[in-house]
């Protein structure tokens, strides 16, 4: 409707010569009327086929306001001429082939293999020209193997700046600062690929801090300027500007492109409008924000000399000697029709009846089928198609136009046509390419990969580390020998590589820290209550200073979360139930100690490790383990394969209290703080833990710490290392061949 308005608008009329531009749109056409002047020609593609009804139309309705019509069916001589006229009359040629690749990376490749071909047999590459519906599927593309196969291409097609990685990093930096420059926002801003980025330790430290508002963003970055909530549009662009130095962004390629046309826009802004007027924040990111969705960026090459990839529409009247046109499938050429928004089809129809005439679906099909013809006919000596059969994870359909063609389906010839691709053929054959040094690596990861997949048995990649471990020379914790008892890769992984996955902070609290917090307010509200009469009350009385004093807790390293303020009551409420509870102190029993360390032997293996809470009961001493889920943790493997194996519990009996208590009565339990209730009073079946330490001792001598998880998975469900491991079906193949031990 923009340009119906501004057709209202033109006063001035010259003499026009429109040439090239043979489908406009209604409200475009008649934007086009109003500036022509007396005298002006317009040359269009005329004919009696159907796809012509709408050139015909405009002929009508251009020489009934004076304009002179020039033109006729376009036709021309040549192969692009008579494949055309096949095209409009719908016979078939058995000679016209599609070559087809699986998937858009090899459909391009097999074409510029052509085009390389072509160039060394004397072709010009100005004699040449690419043509795709979907630029921004084989844009990217064509760039990236026409450098690999040393071709001069050029990707004539333009984006939106806000759509480039320039305009994304403006955006970026605009929600920062309107977000008071908040921890997600200026993580995604710092870590942005344009600018320096930020190292592992920065990482870490962010992350643990999760930092937020500027002076808290200094201590990683210093000098970052402040941005006022009013001033000139010039001191605006200059803070950006200086922003982008301080955060070293950088554009190299295409995106030099893009950052020119940034600079150009900023530079409008800081001189345009009236000098020194005042605005304020909003308003300036408002207009910046603007121009980010108007203005429109050229990329592509350079080359003077150099094949083009254009849409159809931008070959009338062009003559090549050879058009390669790719992505010929049902969704691309000719591309999905899809309603406005805004206005669909419908509501176009009922504005016809009030004189405003816009574009109808069948007016869509229509144009871009004349643009394929008229695209056709620019080509002299050969046309070659071609399409992938897949699309991503999307099967594509053949072009119906193919049909109307009569082309048949053929799969590209395998020519290799660069050395990247010399050393993927010469990677699974040992006797070539031996002096290329990038092959050894190659070969070797390609071997590890097939010995992952294949039916032989472990090597050092899942766990075999070729060498002995001594059991009885480590110290061990209760969770260490769960772990080892879960997956021994697992262990492996975590214990002797030493490999941490960082936590990103969400929303809420992770389930480690949460148990940590939890862990350490109760030790704090219960410390120094063994004289009290009712140790209960004492530790309700002190929670929120204790749930305060362990929110500070360096140990805890608790984050900045939003709302957190509110978050903590529910975590202090559940708290204080838990206390609450009849079976958190048994009746008569006293706290003797919080967090209470010990060392001693368990089965010939040394364990260390600290106690949540020890209680003297009427019935001798009580080990309590705080669990901070509502079930029971899931214990190592037992010798059906499957979880179910307490090591925990018995540790604490059997080691801990001998050292700390001995000839005195002993017993444990878990106690869940989100049920407020006892789960588990422990026990342990002496003959299971023989033959678990035994096992365990056996497989650490032999060095064999491999992928072998639960029968059921459910130690893979917690893992934070399933990317290294790749576990899956794979692990059944090797489990059938060399029977390990799960």
């Not at 990111?285 to 159809?312: K, Y």
């Not at 070729?466 to 209760?478: F, K, N, T």
């Not at 703080?673 to 026990?683: A, C, Q």
Request: hydrophobic fraction near 40%; charged fraction near 30%.
């Amino acid at each position: 409707l923009g340009l119906w308005e501004a057709a209202r608008g033109l006063v001035e009329r010259k003499r026009v010569l429109i040439w090239g531009y043979c489908r406009p749109r209604v409200d475009e056409l008649a934007w086009i009327d109003a500036l022509a002047g007396d005298g002006s020609e317009y040359w269009l593609p005329l004919g009696e086929e159907g796809i012509f009804e709408g050139s015909r139309e405009m002929a009508r309705w251009l020489g009934d306001r004076g304009w002179s019509i020039g033109g006729g069916n376009g036709q021309a001589s040549g192969a692009g001429a008579r494949v055309a006229e096949r095209f409009l009359r719908g016979s078939s040629d058995d000679g016209l082939v599609v070559r087809v690749g699986r998937t858009a990376e090899e459909e391009v490749r097999g074409v510029l293999g052509r085009v390389k071909e072509l160039l060394e047999s004397g072709v010009a590459a100005e004699e040449m020209v690419l043509v795709t519906g979907d630029e921004e599927v084989y844009g990217p593309l064509v760039e990236v193997v026409g450098w690999e196969y040393g071709l001069p291409v050029r990707v004539s097609y333009g984006r939106m700046l806000g759509e480039t990685r320039v305009g994304g990093w403006v955006r970026s930096l605009l929600r920062a600062v309107g977000s008071g420059f908040g921890f997600e926002e200026m993580a995604r801003l710092l870590g942005n690929v344009l600018g320096t980025g930020i190292s592992g330790r920065e990482w870490r430290v962010i992350r643990a801090g999760r930092r937020s508002g500027l002076d808290d963003w200094r201590r990683v970055r210093s000098g970052l300027a402040e941005w006022p909530g009013s001033g000139r549009r010039e001191e605006y662009v200059g803070l950006l500007r200086e922003w982008m130095v301080r955060l070293g962004v950088e554009a190299v390629g295409e995106e030099e492109a893009a950052m020119r046309c940034l600079d150009g826009e900023l530079a409008a802004m800081a001189a345009g409008r009236s000098g020194g007027e005042i605005i304020e924040l909003e308003e300036f990111a408002t207009e910046l924000e603007g121009r980010l969705e108007l203005v429109s960026v050229a990329l592509g090459g350079v080359e003077s000399e150099a094949v083009e990839l254009h849409r159809p529409q931008s070959l009338f009247g062009a003559r090549y000697r050879y058009l390669f046109v790719l992505g010929m499938a049902d969704g691309i050429l000719p591309g999905r029709v899809t309603e406005d928004p805004a206005l669909d089809f419908w509501d176009r129809r009922r504005l016809l009846e009030y004189g405003v005439r816009l574009e109808s679906a069948a007016e869509v099909v229509r144009r871009e089928a004349l643009a394929f013809c008229l695209m056709l006919r620019s080509a002299t000596e050969g046309i070659e198609l071609s399409y992938a059969r897949m699309s991503g994870n999307e099967a594509m359909r053949p072009s119906p136009w193919l049909q109307r063609l009569g082309a048949r389906e053929q799969e590209f010839e395998k020519r290799i046509n660069s050395i990247e691709e010399r050393r993927r053929d010469w990677l699974g054959r040992e006797e070539a390419g031996n002096g290329e040094e990038v092959l050894v690596g190659a070969r070797r990861a390609l071997e590890v990969e097939q010995r992952r997949e294949q039916a032989s048995e472990f090597d050092e990649f899942d766990g075999v580390i070729g060498c002995g471990i001594d059991a009885s020379e480590r110290i061990w914790s209760a969770s260490q020998l769960t772990k080892l008892g879960q997956c021994p890769f697992q262990w492996f992984v975590s214990y002797l590589l030493g490999v941490e996955e960082e936590i990103e902070p969400g929303e809420e609290i992770e389930a480690r820290t949460r148990g940590l917090l939890w862990h350490k307010a109760l030790e704090l509200a219960l410390k120094g209550v063994a004289a009290a009469d009712d140790p209960r009350r004492v530790a309700l009385d002190v929670i929120e200073e204790a749930f305060k004093a362990a929110e500070r807790d360096e140990r805890v390293g608790l984050p900045l979360l939003p709302a957190w303020a509110a978050q903590r009551q529910e975590h202090i409420a559940l708290l204080r139930a838990a206390i609450s509870s009849g079976e958190f102190i048994e009746s008569g029993a006293t706290v003797e100690a919080c967090e209470r360390e010990y060392t001693g032997m368990w089965h010939g293996l040394r364990v260390r490790g600290a106690i949540d809470r020890i209680d003297r009961t009427l019935d001798g001493v009580a080990m309590i383990d705080y669990k901070s889920g509502k079930s029971l943790p899931y214990g190592a493997k037992n010798s059906d394969g499957r979880l179910g194996l307490d090591l925990q519990m018995p540790i604490y009996v059997q080691a801990a209290g001998e050292a700390l208590y001995p000839g005195e009565v002993v017993r444990g339990r878990y106690f869940s703080l989100p049920l407020g209730r006892t789960m588990s009073k422990g026990g342990s079946d002496e003959a299971q833990m023989e033959i678990f330490v035994r096992g365990l001792v056996e497989r650490l001598r032999a060095g064999r710490l491999t992928v072998t998880p639960d029968v059921e998975g459910k130690a893979c469900r917690s893992c934070d290392y399933d990317s290294i491991c790749r576990q899956g079906r794979r692990l059944e193949r090797k489990v059938d061949q060399w029977g390990e031990e799960r």
